[in-house]
């Protein structure tokens, strides 16, 4: 019987034959972590060895609180800075580069075949390109620094097949919605998601990066496309290291397979207060908002901006609006500048600020007041999560986010087009 | 065994209502974070919460972030553990990683409700109650070593000294 592309990414790191169900103990390509890492030396030191043990594989990007917002974060930053340096680690990303989950496959950490850690629950991310990648805590990836090791389940995997074709003003955000609000916020609790089927060579690499960092939503361990030429391509002149592309077998063992036709699927929102509190834009249209956010680890790459721009342009943002953009990664920024989605961003109103996190987990950068209303392109929807407890989320598509900044109300973008 | 009263959630109790965002990147002591425990989903929590006391909730308890202060700030205002129908990946790791115990039933997290004095034998897997004794599931083999060290810290601690030697 074949496998999947868990199963071989993980059994051959483990140099043994692995099915799903089985414990490995492997040695990590890659170990990331953001401004948490002060939190992670603070840990690391209690474990009474001086050196990390393979500097090489730490990646380290500040994107949480950039620049830092109070002294607190600056002090954190400072720790972070100087034990870089006494450690030697070599991949260490400043406040200008971006938010980690752009950085790293810009950057060409993230490989097909490649196990890839991260101190972040959004580190299944790096699955759009066919790395085995998922999210840990503080604690284990401090031993991890100091260990070159971790323990994993290989878990079992649920297969999406994606048949049909999104209409225009639809996008992988909506997608991924309309699969969390149908199945719900643990669908694939513990488990691989694999995006299959015959459309799946259809979604871009960003398409791609959405559908792997929303699958984080589903309660996935990994969530990943097979690496394709698409991906292959997109690689090329970016990749750090040589790697060895795996795909799942045809006679790979699912523990589910889920259809989805792509055909007639419309604009999603997730409501108030969970990501799986799914609706058609539609069915809430009209509610007034007060800010909207473009951005994230979700929803900020070039593409994200452009097809919010496509509906800014020769718009206005509404008076009762403000509208943050955050291009996901220098690289992001300085393309849509090139391009002009963001002179057509900052024409019609909107406030640009530095790539990162910005104010998705409610620490700095245009958190909500009470009764407030943020529509936003990031991946949770949490009470509180951006500010007043009694402040409402609502995630969208950048399409949707910008239609709804034009009118000042949720909007269903396929309106402006 | 261990004596305590049962908090009773729902579903989908997340970590940014556990332990709120705002709060993530700073660094605190064990006891602030026990001040934070809860906030956003029960504001009245952290100050009446007693050691031993345990969460009761329902499916995926967890979700969302990786930040490890979930786990963290429930151990530091006494939680002894937490039962739920099924926890998030990160969170189950997080716990264990942390020496929290996590503990899966379906039928505890049915029957038990606000206010229910339990008693918790680890050993023995068992939950019980005046609306009956409840079994939970074995924690995988793989994490035993890790929770008999008393957390990962320790766990690793050792693993590198023996290595050394």
């Not at chain 2, 908090?7 to 109790?13: F, I, M, P, Q, R």
Request: charged share 20%.
């Amino acid at each position: 019987m074949g496998k999947t592309l868990t199963e071989k990414v993980l059994g051959r790191k483990a140099g043994q034959d692995v099915r799903a169900g089985e414990v490995v103990t492997v040695s990590p390509d890659y170990v990331l972590s953001h401004d948490n890492s002060a939190a992670i030396i603070k840990e690391f030191r209690k474990l009474g060895v001086k050196k990390v043990k393979a500097p090489g594989k730490i990646v380290i990007v500040l994107d949480h609180i950039v620049p830092a917002a109070d002294e607190k974060y600056a002090q954190n930053h400072k720790s972070i800075r100087e034990f870089v340096a006494e450690q030697g680690i070599p991949n260490f990303f400043d406040i200008n580069a971006g938010i980690c989950h752009q950085v790293l496959p810009e950057q060409g950490f993230a490989l097909p075949g490649l196990v890839i850690v991260g101190s972040d629950s959004h580190t299944p991310s790096y699955g759009a390109l066919g790395a085995f990648a998922t999210g840990i805590g503080r604690t284990e990836t401090a031993c991890t620094w100091a260990t070159d090791e971790i323990w994993l389940r290989v878990p079992e995997t649920m297969r999406i097949d994606l048949s049909g074709r999104m209409a225009p003003g639809v996008s992988a955000k909506d997608l991924s919605l309309k699969l969390i609000g149908d199945h719900g916020a643990e669908m694939a609790n513990y488990k691989a998601v694999e995006f299959a089927g015959p459309s799946a060579h259809d979604f871009s690499v960003g398409a791609r990066l959405t559908m792997a960092n929303m699958s984080a939503e589903m309660g996935a361990k990994n969530g990943y496309f097979n690496p394709d030429d698409k991906a292959l391509k997109w690689l090329e002149g970016r990749a750090r290291q040589p790697f060895v592309a795996v795909s799942s077998d045809p006679d790979a063992s699912y523990e589910s397979v889920l259809a989805c036709n792509l055909d007639g699927l419309e604009p999603q929102i997730a409501c108030p207060h969970t990501v799986d509190n799914v609706k058609p834009v539609a069915a809430v249209a009209g509610k007034p908002v007060n800010q909207v956010l473009i951005g994230t680890c979700t929803n900020g790459r070039l593409e994200d901006l452009e097809a919010a721009a496509a509906i800014f342009k020769g718009r206005k943002v509404h008076p009762s609006v403000r509208v943050l953009v955050i291009p996901a990664s220098w690289s992001v920024y300085r393309e849509a500048l090139k391009s002009g989605a963001l002179a057509v961003l900052v024409d019609a109103g909107c406030v640009i600020l530095n790539s990162g996190c910005g104010p998705c987990l409610g620490a700095h950068e245009g958190l909500l007041a009470e009764g407030e209303v943020c529509l936003s392109t990031s991946n949770r929807n949490f009470r509180g999560r951006m500010g007043h407890r009694d402040s409402e989320i609502y995630l969208a598509s950048p399409a949707t986010a910008a239609a709804s900044a034009v009118t000042g109300k949720i909007t269903d973008p396929r309106e402006f087009s | 065994m261990s004596h305590g009263i049962v908090w009773k959630y729902g579903d989908n109790v997340n970590t940014d209502v556990i332990f709120p965002g705002r709060y993530t990147y700073q660094i605190m002591a064990p006891e602030e974070m026990a001040r934070h425990a809860m906030e956003d989903l029960d504001p009245g929590f952290a100050a009446t919460v007693k050691p031993g006391d345990v969460i009761v909730a329902g499916k995926n308890f967890g979700c969302g972030s990786s930040r490890e202060q979930a786990a963290a700030c429930l151990k530091a205002a006494g939680v002894q553990a937490v039962v739920a129908k099924s926890f998030a990946r990160i969170y189950f790791r997080n716990a264990i990683n942390l020496g929290l115990a996590v503990l899966q039933s379906d039928e505890a997290a049915e029957r038990l409700e606000t206010g229910d004095p339990i008693d918790i034998d680890l050993a023995r897997g068992e939950i019980r109650s005046a609306k009956g004794t409840f079994h939970f599931l074995p924690l995988p083999a793989s994490v035993i070593g890790i929770i008999e060290a008393g957390g990962l810290i320790e766990y690793t601690k050792r693993k590198l000294e023996e290595e050394q030697e």
